[in-house]
């Protein structure tokens, strides 16, 4: 148990389908972080939120639309999706993102677009 | 930021010690060396880090050569739940949200 729990484990979806990937950390952090990993390549930084703010956005296609509505959960909402965006997503948090703190990842969401 | 190169997998016996090589030849001076694990079907997880003096915690030690290009995790009892890809990443303490992950070493420990 590191603090970061992502709903649901496993997700099944179509390509037409509009799913969404839920965040919640319990460590009190102000940062949180989606990336994502995909078989055979190394993880892939997608978003980072500071305080509720987006400071990056690593060329993610829009068909991935973050949110974060408070400094404890933090979403990746999923619309038209391809089999190529199957993968492990993974979220996670920091105390902040400038000061190099522990990241703290969760479990992962895996994500097969069929 | 700096590459590394690691090898792709390394074995291990149980209760044996391990050690896990990386190669950081362009790292800054203002890299700290920062290493997680990926446990099978789990998120990374810290594991150390350090920017020139060796390190230890609970989990590891940390070996980093005096030219910094190089460091070593050492596990000193390696057990089946140490199983997992190890990541070394060299890390900007100010611009510390990009960990960077490389593809790592994959350790096998034999029971």
């Known amino acids: 148990e590191t603090g970061v729990t992502q709903t649901p484990r496993h997700l099944v979806m179509g390509m037409t389908n509009k799913k969404s990937l839920k965040c919640e950390q319990h460590l009190g952090h102000n940062a949180m972080y989606w990336y994502k990993q995909s078989a055979k390549k190394p993880l892939e930084l997608m978003f980072v939120y500071s305080l509720e703010e987006r400071v990056e956005n690593n060329s993610v296609p829009s068909r991935f639309s973050p949110e974060c509505p408070n400094s404890s959960h933090l979403f990746l909402h999923l619309h038209t999706l391809q089999p190529e965006d199957s993968a492990l997503y993974l979220c996670?948090?920091?105390?902040?993102?400038?000061?190099?703190?522990?990241?703290?990842f969760g479990e992962g969401s895996w994500l097969t677009v069929v | 930021d700096a590459k590394t190169t690691q090898p792709n997998s390394m074995e291990s016996n149980e209760e044996e010690p391990v050690h896990l090589p990386c190669n950081h030849s362009t790292i800054s001076g203002t890299d700290y060396i920062h290493w997680y694990r990926q446990l099978p079907s789990q998120g990374p997880e810290y594991v150390i880090h350090?920017?020139?003096s060796n390190v230890n915690n609970r989990m590891a030690s940390l070996a980093i050569a005096e030219d910094r290009k190089s460091s070593t995790l050492i596990l000193h009892r390696a057990t089946l739940r140490d199983a997992a890809v190890y990541y070394c990443i060299p890390r900007r303490m100010d611009s510390s949200y990009k960990l960077i992950f490389g593809s790592g070493t994959r350790l096998l420990v034999r029971p």
């Open positions: 350090g920017l020139t």
């Open positions: 996670a948090s920091s105390q902040d993102p400038f000061s190099g703190n522990t990241i703290y």
